[in-house]
């Protein structure tokens, strides 16, 4: 069954590649997600519109379910960090889930608690309904395949956690 989450990770370039990996992923589209202006540009989104840098991320939830989803975002965000991840800083880089279908809340919550219990510390990531996401700008998507030596704060071998042995 097809399903979408939208999840913010810092630098949304990094984000997109490391989901692209899995199976069970149809597809991704980096943007920005639950700020006040429409269509922000990537300019105005790092002056403080409100927006977080988000990827939309589309399933088979057949394939790859959610809680396999949220086991691997929490493998590459510090989900105690307030607006900040790696050497990116601002509110455009804070960490996030974002759903669309209100019978997801119930199960987010569970893993985030149990996640949250494990690491012994309170996080920083917010659980919310979707309110807006625009598409980011053409440049920006699938941004470190063009630019394989491009910045991310997600170390590279993440990005092989799916490949054959």
Same mark, same amino acid.
């Given at each position: 069954?097809?399903?979408? %989450? #939208?999840?913010?990770?810092?630098c949304?370039? $990094? =984000?997109?590649?490391?989901?692209?990996?899995?199976?069970?992923? !149809?597809?991704?589209?980096? $943007?920005?997600?639950?700020?006040?202006?429409?269509?922000?540009?990537?300019? +105005? =989104? *790092?002056?403080?519109? $409100?927006?977080?840098?988000?990827? +939309?991320? !589309?399933?088979?939830?057949?394939?790859?379910?959610?809680?396999?989803?949220l086991?691997? #975002?929490?493998?590459?965000?510090?989900? =105690?960090?307030?607006?900040?991840?790696?050497?990116?800083?601002? %509110?455009?880089?804070?960490?996030?889930?974002?759903?669309?279908?209100?019978?997801?809340?119930? +199960? %987010?919550?569970?893993?985030?608690?149990?996640?949250?219990?494990?690491?012994?510390?309170?996080?920083?990531?917010?659980?919310?309904?979707?309110k807006?996401?625009?598409?980011?700008? +053409?440049?920006?998507?699938?941004y470190?395949?063009?630019?394989p030596?491009?910045? *991310?704060?997600?170390?590279?071998?993440?990005?092989?956690?799916?490949?054959?042995?």
């Open positions: 069954m097809k399903k979408t %989450i #939208y999840l913010a990770g810092g949304f370039w $990094g =984000v997109q590649k490391f989901f692209d990996q899995f199976d069970g992923v !149809i597809g991704t589209k980096t $943007g920005y997600a639950n700020g006040e202006k429409e269509n922000p540009t990537y300019e +105005e =989104v *790092c002056h403080d519109s $409100g927006h977080a840098e988000t990827v +939309e991320i !589309i399933y088979d939830s057949e394939i790859l379910d959610l809680e396999a989803i086991d691997y #975002y929490f493998l590459v965000i510090d989900p =105690v960090s307030v607006n900040k991840q790696g050497e990116d800083s601002g %509110i455009q880089y804070r960490t996030g889930i974002y759903y669309v279908d209100e019978d997801m809340k119930a +199960e %987010i919550m569970k893993i985030y608690t149990k996640k949250e219990r494990e690491a012994g510390e309170k996080f920083a990531v917010e659980v919310l309904p979707l807006n996401f625009f598409s980011a700008e +053409e440049y920006h998507q699938k470190l395949e063009k630019n030596g491009g910045y *991310c704060h997600i170390p590279a071998k993440m990005f092989h956690l799916n490949e054959k042995k």
